[in-house]
């Protein structure tokens, strides 16, 4: 396809100021990776936080380095309570613990290809503070269908235009840019908006908008599918305060409706300018990794994201100990024969290439495992996509540490780790984890 | 085949030139790199490998590399727009000219809206044709071959006035 533009001087003077101009070649081992751990996903979900989070989470139970690793003895499974067939294996990327431990180090390697990764031991801190325990699951699902979704954000946001269902992608796309889109994801909904380009000069969404009509703060705009909406108020162009995203953000999301409660948000000031606003949904008490967000630019445009998602009641499913979910964690390394991994390390003494690149060949020589010590165990509910379909929430212990790198001559803490552990008993969990060899 | 084996073939024939459109893109800051991002698409592809149209293969990938890129800005707090990172190439006929050249073009895409711009790139750097650029944009084909058009016309606008300004500048400051 790059033979072109002979006779289109103008395309012809932009491709020759292409940043790549030269042929790329993406490593096969690497491409291969790729495929085993998106294959090994039946009903693997679009990238968000959240997902971030609950594929992290699977990490700690079956290695990245693990083969097809079927736990459960179907036969010890109560008769009230089915396997919890979990078909996943770890989306494994650098910031996958971030939805749960704002800050922490990256404790899962990256999908960068062929790097050499850090291996851990665990130990539990005779300080361990344990948090929270004993919760149950909870099944997910939509409360509508994705048209119908669709159709009410359409008009939330004031999006008309070109409806597209044809790709399994239910989405309205403005002529301007904007556009929202829902899908499904296991037994849930997942849904986003974006409103026209911040760069666009005509009919963009200005702040106080709701999906780009221009109103006053408090006016009444009738929508184009005859329901009224109130607009939220206007965020103080350029840059909000945190209180204010806060505010605008439960605005909007109150007119999209349905999400439950939403316990606390937490505001990302970004250095360019705008707020990034998210609420967790929370069930028992507990935040989940289910979050909505409202994304402010700069100019006080936004975009938003989110879910519906009806919370099941209480299912009884027992649930292990913080220790026990610690030393699941070597427990992990021992059976799978993977252990989870840490940072990419630098290339080693005689190796060939050894960036998180594609393209490079791996270091040959394997660094000494990082000592961890549990310190802080937290429970949290997360969601789990099943083999079957649907959705659940399942306890999962967030298990935090500092890291101590034997290797390193000054002693200094090397990072903190953190990682989940799905904390419902073993023997009702049912993982696939592909053959992911790195 | 089995149905992995089908999209194992998929994802070695276009990860070279989806890594290249996300490496063109990708402004390799914060915690992910373009190959983070193409593991995501590849996942995305998985989950719908049954909507890919056969034969626009490409383009729906570039689809959905477009929508990655897009979440991974968003994750990473990065709200700047795409940044082109131009580098001249072929033969210039001098320092000067080529600075002009890169200064304009980068001006002049800076210019078109965001939609624009990457219609534009996607049918000069990607080399789609009009049908493969609607299933890229998600748009209709006639709308695609409007935005391209728009997008151009307003390159060469800002072209020409870049060049009507460096014609209109004194050479030498005086003294």
Redesign the interface.
């Known amino acids: ?5 002979e006779t289109d001087p ?12 030269d ?4 490593n ?1 081992f ?3 990776r ?2 085993r ?3 090994s ?1 039946p ?7 959240g997902r971030y989070a609950a594929t992290a989470s699977v990490a700690s139970l079956g290695s990245a380095a693990a083969v097809i690793a079927l736990i459960v003895g179907l036969g010890s499974v109560g008769p009230e309570l089915p396997v919890l067939a979990i078909g996943g294996t770890p ?1 494994v ?3 996958g613990d971030a939805a749960l431990a704002p800050g922490a180090s ?1 404790t899962v390697p ?4 062929m790097r050499l990764y850090r291996s851990y031991t665990f130990t539990t801190s005779p300080d361990l503070v344990v948090v929270g325990g004993g919760s149950g699951s909870h099944q997910l699902t939509a409360s509508s269908d994705p048209a119908t979704l669709l159709d009410h954000l359409a008009s939330v946001f004031h999006v008309t235009g ?1 409806r ?1 269902a ?4 239910y ?1 309205i ?1 403005g002529t301007n ?1 904007s556009y929202v889109q829902v899908w499904k994801d296991g037994g849930i909904l997942r849904w986003d908006y ?1 409103p026209e ?5 005509d009919g963009g969404v200005a702040p106080g908008d709701v999906g780009g009509v221009a109103s006053a703060p408090g006016d009444v705009v009738t929508t184009p599918a005859t329901t009224e909406t109130t607009v939220p108020p206007a965020p103080t162009a350029p840059v909000l305060s945190s209180d204010q995203a806060i505010s605008d953000a439960r605005a909007v999301l109150d007119q999209v409706g349905g999400f439950g409660d939403l316990g606390n948000a937490q505001v ?1 000031s ?5 707020d ?1 606003v998210t609420f967790s949904l929370m069930v028992d008490g507990l935040a989940t990794d289910l979050t909505t967000s409202v ?1 402010y ?2 100019d006080g445009s936004f ?1 938003a994201s989110g879910f519906d998602a009806q919370v099941g009641g209480l299912v009884p499913y027992p649930t292990i100990s913080a220790t026990d979910a610690i030393s699941q964690l070597s427990t992990t390394q021992g059976v799978s024969g993977g252990p989870i991994m840490g940072e990419p390390v630098a290339p080693m003494p005689g190796a060939v290439g050894g960036t ?3 393209t490079t060949t791996a270091p040959e020589q394997t660094p000494p495992a990082l000592e961890v010590s549990i310190n802080k165990a937290t429970m949290g509910l997360q969601t789990y996509t099943l083999a079957n379909g649907e959705t659940w929430l399942l306890p999962v212990w967030l298990l935090e540490g500092p890291i101590t790198d034997p290797s390193a001559t000054n002693g200094d803490n090397a990072g903190d780790f953190s990682q989940t552990v799905i904390g419902v008993s073993s023997e009702y969990v049912k993982i696939a984890v592909s053959p992911i060899a790195y | 085949m089995t149905r ?1 084996e089908r ?2 073939a998929l ?2 024939e276009h ?6 459109y996300l ?2 893109r990708h402004d390799g800051t914060g ?3 373009a ?2 991002v ?3 698409v ?7 490998f ?2 890919i149209p056969e034969g626009l293969e ?1 383009p ?1 990938l570039f689809n959905v590399a477009h929508r ?1 890129l ?2 991974d800005r ?2 990473q ?5 795409l940044i ?7 033969d210039s006929p001098s320092a000067e000219e080529e600075a002009l050249a ?1 200064d304009a ?1 980068r001006s002049g ?1 800076a210019a ?4 624009e711009r990457e219609a ?2 996607l ?7 009009p049908q ?1 650029l609607a299933i890229a944009l ?3 084909e006639n709308a695609a071959a409007i935005r391209l058009s728009k997008a ?1 016309t307003k ?2 606008a800002e ?1 020409d006035a870049k060049k009507e300004e460096s014609f209109s500048r004194p050479k030498t400051s005086p003294h």
């Open positions: 396809m790059d033979e072109l533009h103008l395309l012809s003077k932009v491709q020759a100021f292409d940043p790549e101009p042929p790329v070649v993406a096969s690497a491409v291969d790729m495929v751990n998106a294959t996903m009903n693997p979900s679009i990238w968000t936080r989306k990327g650098a910031s990256t990256s999908m960068g290809m070109m597209d044809t790709n399994g992608n989405m796309s840019g974006q380009s911040s760069m666009a000069t990302q970004l250095d360019t300018g705008g990034y994304d630019n700069p975009s998180a690149d594609t | 992995e999209f194992s994802a070695h990860s070279s030139s989806l890594l290249r490496r063109r915690a992910t790199s190959d983070d193409l593991s995501d590849l996942l995305v592809a998985w989950r719908r049954d909507d490409a729906w990655c897009a979440n968003r994750k707090g990065r709200r700047k727009e082109v990172r131009l580098r001249a190439r072929g890169v073009m895409l078109l809206k965001t939609q534009l790139l049918s000069a750097w990607e080399g789609l044709s493969e998600g748009i209709s151009k390159l060469q072209l």
